[in-house]
């Protein structure tokens, strides 16, 4: 049997709406099963606390809705590689659809705390450029964007 790694996200509530917002906004995501807990847990009577399995861009996560815990922070954050500058505007637009929050450096917080960071395939490749002084450059751009813009970053380059 080989090991599989998910990461899961605890929400006060919610969980499975956090999930089927998600698979509406990012591609080859879906809400795989929602399963009431058939016995009671220290969250509350059987029934009321759901995990909430779910695959975003083609990745397994799970996701519990159990009661106040701990708030998301940016200690941790998911993030969705793109390969355009369409691809960064649309899922950007659609995970702070309901009251998310821009950030900074293309990261963003959804409408349920989640931190995400939309970032450009090629972001890589420019900050790790063997010449210092365009990757330094291309740095540079990055920290001054909200939502990164890939031809800016060339341009930096």
């Not at 009251?99 to 970032?119: F, T």
Request: with cysteine.
């Amino acid at each position: 049997m080989a090991v599989t790694f998910a990461p899961h996200l605890w929400y006060a509530n919610n969980a499975e709406e956090a999930a089927r917002f998600y698979a509406s906004v990012i591609p080859a995501s879906s809400v795989d099963r929602v399963t009431p807990l058939p016995a009671e847990t220290p969250s509350g009577p059987a029934g009321s606390v759901s995990v909430v399995e779910f695959t975003l861009a083609g990745t397994p996560v799970m996701a519990i809705s159990a009661g106040p815990h701990h708030e998301f922070n940016d200690a941790i954050s998911l993030v969705l590689t793109c390969d355009t500058q369409g691809e960064i505007d649309r899922l950007w637009d659609g995970l702070l659809q309901g009251g998310g929050k821009p950030v900074q450096c293309g990261w963003l917080k959804d409408r349920y705390g989640v931190s995400w960071q939309i970032v450009p395939r090629r972001l890589g490749e420019l900050i790790a450029h063997a010449d210092k002084a365009r990757a330094a450059a291309v740095t540079r751009a990055m920290l001054r964007m909200v939502k990164l813009d890939i031809a800016e970053l060339e341009a930096a380059a």
